[in-house]
Nanobody
């Protein structure tokens, strides 16, 4: 049984920080893509940050590079998105996503269409004012 449970959203002022968490269960860890999408009102869902579990490589959207950091704890299969220097344009619903892949890389994970991700968290709202 696959389950992704998110937490950590909220409202902050511009320049502030938030950390999102996603506990992933039921997805084999050997070769998988795990990360975060976001969707702002009236906009398409976009990838934010991903990593590939086999080599722990990471990939970020240009708009968040240097401000966001994706990481994970192996023991309980939890992934985090540390978001610093938040700006109003970061306001969106953030979704954790994961899926098994036969082979890949962080770039492959990042560019994988959202429709191809089989497992999703419930979403958590981030609002920056």
């Amino acid at each position: 049984h696959v389950q992704l449970v998110e937490s950590g959203g909220g409202s902050v002022e511009a320049g502030g920080s938030l950390r999102l968490s996603c506990v992933v269960s039921g997805v084999p860890y050997g070769s998988a893509c795990m990360g975060w999408f976001r969707q702002a009102p009236g906009k398409e869902r976009e990838p934010v940050a991903f990593f590939y579990t086999r080599d722990s490589s990471t990939e970020y959207a240009d708009s968040v590079k240097g401000r966001f950091t994706i990481s994970r704890i192996n023991q309980n299969n939890t992934i985090f998105l540390q978001m610093d220097s938040l700006a109003p344009e970061d306001t969106a619903m953030y979704y954790c996503a994961a899926d098994r892949v036969t082979f890949g890389s962080a770039v492959v994970c990042f560019n994988r269409q959202s429709e191809k991700y089989g497992f999703w968290g419930q979403g958590t709202q981030v609002t920056v004012s």
